[in-house]
């Protein structure tokens, strides 16, 4: 394990790892609020940029070590005792460290839970884009039952008493985060006996959950956990021999499971920085510090936008809205006034604000390393270009 010392500066940024560069003699950085690639803290960064030349003194760099050799069995193992230690993941699960995306796993899900029943059979809870894309991939292997008319809009998240679920299907699937219109699952679903299916690629670490109650947790690595590059999969041990036979030997969980996530050449470069992320955030207070962070952020730019007396304006229904991810229109969607909020509050050094290509506005990706700061930053500016552009 890597020794650290740690100085807090700030209610987020707060960790310095050992060997890392002054931070008082860093450039000034902008404030970015992408919706992935996101984010990282600048202490994993500074870490990483010494690591990526030098690991440890070995006198080679993280993504020229073996796979096979000690110095990175350390860093995986490590990293997935971290990421259990943040979520209390049990015994009974295994970590698996993927590659191909969040959607790759779209037909792993499928393709590796179909065959626990004896009719290929899945509940799918279609709430906004992505879940949507999974639920017409699952189809290509076994039967879909989406468990509430498709939504107009995807402004909203039905009750589940509204729900039609399948006691017989073989999982329920759902996206906790919606990330292109901001919509989020306050609560898991209920759904007894049948295996629960998450993806938390956008909210994973931000809010505590019980790992128990899924069946799989699968999240990208771009937004709360490090880099592109890597998905992390969490699965229930019972769940590892439920394959359909045209699983590919690549998708196969149980496949990773045996070989420790390097049946072949893992993606070593975005796990040591997770394991950084990991490290970062046991550092400064793990999941319920961020948790509380992410409820304190979000609140900031959502009363902004409700204090706006209409000029700005927030389409997904409050129940619904994301910590994550704010979507929001600016004078009943007036595209020519948006894109100079864009332009504006790029000059200022807040970049990526522009909405999904697919829904227009503006979007604020508020992810675990946005800090207090930053978010306070934006809504400042918020106040501003309203004061300014009012009519």
Known sequence: ???????????????????????????????????????????????????????????????????????????????????????????????????GGG?????????????????????YVVTGGWSEKAAAEAAKYGEVNEVFPRLAKYQSIPDQASWKLNPEASYVYYCANETVYGVEHADIPDTGSVPLVADMSSNILSRQVDVSKFGVILAGAQKNIGCSGLTIVIVRDDLLESTLPVCPTMLKYSTLAKAGSMYNTPPTWSIYISYLVFGWM???????????????????????IDASSGFYSAPVAENARSRMNT??????????????????????????????????????????????EEVEQLVAFMADFHTNNAK
Do not use: W
Request: with cysteine; net charge positive.
């Open 103 to 123: 959607c790759t796993q779209f037909a792993a899900v499928p393709l590796n839970l179909f065959g626990r029943t004896a009719k290929a059979s899945a509940d």
């Open 327 to 372: 979507p929001f229109r600016i004078n009943g969607g007036d595209e020519e006034l948006e894109a100079k909020f864009v332009q504006e509050a790029s000059a200022q050094g807040m970049l990526q604000l522009k909405g999904h290509r697919s829904v227009g506005g503006i979007r604020a990706s508020l992810y675990n390393a946005v800090t207090i």
């Open 282 to 304: 046991e550092a400064n207070g793990g999941v319920p510090a961020f948790q509380a962070l992410a409820d304190k952020k979000s609140a900031l730019v959502y009363g902004a």
């Open 1 to 99: 394990v890597i020794r650290k010392r740690f100085t807090f500066t700030s209610e987020l940024q707060v960790c310095v790892f050992s060997g890392s560069i002054n931070m008082a003699a860093a450039p000034k950085r902008s404030v970015n609020f992408a919706a992935g690639p996101a984010k990282l803290a600048l202490p994993v960064l500074e870490e990483a940029a010494t690591a990526m030349t030098n690991y440890k003194g070995v006198g080679v760099g993280v993504m020229e070590l073996s796979h096979r050799g000690p110095e990175f069995k350390e860093i995986i193992t490590e990293a997935e005792a971290r990421l259990r230690r943040l979520m209390h993941i049990p015994d009974n699960y295994k970590v698996l460290f993927t590659q």
